[in-house]
């Protein structure tokens, strides 16, 4: 009889819990037929690191192959030689190359956002792409060095 009445007692408490077990579970997968929630969607990212002289690599650590540790003739990081287009889901991230890093946010409609303060480095902000102008932030002043004005190789 003691058994009956604690079980009764319990029952309540337990049927919440487990109800709200089961209600968390469907928010997060989305129940049948819905799209899944903004923040699980995967929105297409382009990484543009092609103005920057010499050609180097970079990567977005989680996302990308690491730079560090690496024999640069097998390395499988991004270079930026080339545009990538990564699928990333609204969040925080960061760029990173040898001699320059920032973070980036991609926001729950799939644009950036990062610091106003790096704006003579980096475009994009609004956009789903990402420009990186620099290979280091500038020294004194806020004033560009000649050293961004070289060229790339054509070859």
């Given at each position: 009889m003691r058994h009956n009445v604690a079980i009764r007692q319990w029952f309540p408490v337990f049927s919440l819990v487990l109800t709200g077990l089961v209600t968390m579970g469907s928010t997060d997968a989305g129940l049948a037929g819905e799209p899944p929630p903004t923040r699980l969607t995967e929105h297409p990212v382009i990484i543009d690191a092609t103005k920057l002289v010499p050609a180097s690599w970079w990567q977005v650590p989680g996302v990308t192959p690491s730079i560090w540790g690496s024999d640069p003739d097998s390395l499988d990081a991004p270079k930026t030689s080339e545009l990538r287009e990564l699928r990333l889901k609204p969040g925080k991230y960061k760029f990173i190359s040898f001699t320059?890093?920032?973070?980036?946010?991609?926001?729950?409609?799939?644009?950036?956002?990062?610091?106003?303060?790096?704006?003579?480095?980096?475009?994009?902000?609004?956009?789903?792409?990402?420009?990186?102008?620099?290979?280091?932030?500038?020294?004194?002043?806020?004033?560009?060095?000649?050293?961004?004005?070289?060229?790339?190789?054509d070859g």
């Amino acid at each position: 009889m003691r058994h009956n009445v604690a079980i009764r007692q319990w029952f309540p408490v337990f049927s919440l819990v487990l109800t709200g077990l089961v209600t968390m579970g469907s928010t997060d997968a989305g129940l049948a037929g819905e799209p899944p929630p903004t923040r699980l969607t995967e929105h297409p990212v382009i990484i543009d690191a092609t103005k920057l002289v010499p050609a180097s690599w970079w990567q977005v650590p989680g996302v990308t192959p690491s730079i560090w540790g690496s024999d640069p003739d097998s390395l499988d990081a991004p270079k930026t030689s080339e545009l990538r287009e990564l699928r990333l889901k609204p969040g925080k991230y960061k760029f990173i190359s040898f001699t320059f890093d920032f973070p980036f946010t991609v926001t729950l409609n799939g644009t950036l956002d990062f610091s106003k303060t790096l704006d003579q480095c980096v475009e994009g902000r609004g956009t789903q792409t990402l420009v990186v102008l620099c290979k280091r932030t500038y020294p004194h002043g806020g004033q560009r060095d000649a050293y961004y004005d070289q060229k790339p190789n054509d070859g």
